[in-house]
């Protein structure tokens, strides 16, 4: 018995831990600066809608599809008082997708006359394309932009030319293994407004924390704490010292086994929620709601997504 050894000794021959120290000249490439709060805005941005939505996809090939969705449902309008004002409305969707490795191609073409086109190219391992335009009947209403975006061993940079002499530039920068800090300008001459910004972004694999400001008059502020590998709890401020308006909101992402459920809630008293259930391999069952006392606006809606 003397020759056995106390159940703690073998703990005391350890090593003590080191810290491995951050090789500086080896630092990850950020996320794009246009990106830097996609946690937060998972949680707190649903993209709920109202009324009957469905959608079909139908591959012919590995790399070509098509789609057909169908919504019904009240739109809002425009208005200056304070009540909400809403009009039915119901209109068939058909998307034409073209998916590469190299090369991404999406085209939507709606009843009402509006056609939409999202093109996204590698030109090299590093220079991407991005351009996505709309066209409607409206007069003035039609848009396009165009992106190029860089990426750099340990830095994105990315540059933005709109219809309406719109011109933007963004830069960010990995500045340790976890925080990462950048930049951008913009000017939009049909209005004659320029802006520029700052943002910083702190992220571990528990949580990602960010901040921008701006000189539009914005303050934004976001916290995403990732409590496991299927449940996140976000949060985010937003305040514009410009209009003094403010607004503070919590949110959850909640993956179950068949199921994605997320919502939030806001300081202005609107809470929503998104449930996404798969019924079966390719059938995925959706409702949506969104409920704002304050303006007296509720939302509600459903509907199917098959392929």
């Not at 220079?127 to 066209?135: C, E, F, G, H, I």
């Not at 407004?193 to 702190?202: D, E, H, M, N, P």
């Amino acid at each position: 018995m003397a020759g056995l050894a106390a159940p703690g000794d073998a703990s005391l021959n350890k090593p003590p831990k080191v810290e491995e120290k951050a090789n500086y000249m080896d630092l990850p490439c950020p996320i794009p600066y246009e990106e830097i709060q996609r946690e937060a805005l998972m949680s707190l941005k649903p993209e709920t809608f109202e009324g009957l939505r469905f959608d079909f996809s139908k591959g012919l090939n590995q790399k070509f599809s098509l789609s057909h969705s169908v919504f019904m449902g009240p739109t809002e309008i425009p208005s200056q008082s304070p009540e909400t004002i809403k009009i039915p409305t119901a209109h068939y969707e058909f998307g034409a997708n073209y998916i590469d490795p190299k090369l991404m191609l999406i085209g939507r073409v709606m009843t009402d006359g509006r056609l939409n086109a999202r093109v996204k190219c590698d030109l090299t391992d590093d220079l991407s394309l991005k351009a996505n335009a709309q066209l409607t009947n409206e007069p003035h209403m039609s848009h396009g932009m165009i992106n190029f975006d860089y990426k750099g061993k340990d830095y994105r940079t990315q540059f933005q030319f709109g219809n309406g002499a719109l011109f933007g530039a963004s830069y960010i920068q990995s500045v340790t293994p976890h925080l990462s800090l950048g930049g951008e300008v913009f000017w939009a001459g049909q209005h004659r407004k320029s802006g520029l910004g700052y943002a910083a972004r702190y992220e571990t694999d528990k949580m990602v924390a960010t901040g921008q400001v701006a000189s539009t008059g914005m303050v934004a502020l976001s916290y995403v704490q990732k409590i496991s590998e299927k449940v996140s709890l976000a949060t985010d401020f937003m305040y514009n010292y410009l209009s003094r308006d403010v607004t503070a909101s919590v949110g959850y992402d909640y993956i179950l086994r068949q199921c994605r459920l997320r919502g939030k809630i806001d300081s202005n008293g609107c809470t929503a929620a998104f449930l996404e259930e798969r019924l079966n391999m390719g059938l995925n069952f959706i409702l949506s709601a969104e409920i704002d006392h304050k303006k007296k606006d509720y939302k509600f809606g459903f509907g199917l997504t098959v392929g």
